[in-house]
């Protein structure tokens, strides 16, 4: 998907006709709630958040939509809801839109644009 548009991303994601449009769609919509100076590119097959520095990517799959913090072992994870256990990322996992509130989303990307700025 390199050098894919946004649109053009979001096209592949509708014949996934799974709910991922919609989880993405208002994935993105948080993001730029949630961090106003947000821009976004598509590569490694998702697309990413950056503010100065890039802290997070959602990335659509067959059975859910996963929100990847670059940084995401660097956060304190006062709520739980993260996984994965590598040096670096951390990951929420989306399968309906109640997961975007349930799991804190909205918290976990100011989060993550901090851990990306100290790790910078």
């Not at 989880?23 to 590569?43: C, D, I, N, T, Y």
């Not at 503010?51 to 990847?68: I, L, Q, T, W």
């Not at 956060?75 to 399968?95: A, Q, S, T, Y």
């Amino acid at each position: 998907m390199s050098g894919k548009s946004v649109d053009g991303f979001l096209d592949d994601v509708r014949l996934l006709d799974g709910g991922q449009l919609e989880l993405v769609q208002a994935v993105r919509s948080l993001a730029k709630r949630r961090v106003p100076e947000v821009s976004e590119s598509v590569k490694y097959g998702g697309i990413l958040f950056s503010a100065d520095v890039m802290f997070a990517g959602v990335f659509a799959y067959r059975k859910h939509v996963s929100v990847e913090f670059s940084h995401g072992a660097s956060i304190d994870d006062p709520f739980g809801h993260l996984e994965g256990g590598g040096k670096g990322r951390r990951h929420l996992k989306l399968h309906d839109p109640d997961d975007l509130g349930r799991k804190r989303l909205a918290d976990y990307l100011p989060l993550a644009l901090d851990a990306a700025r100290r790790n910078a």
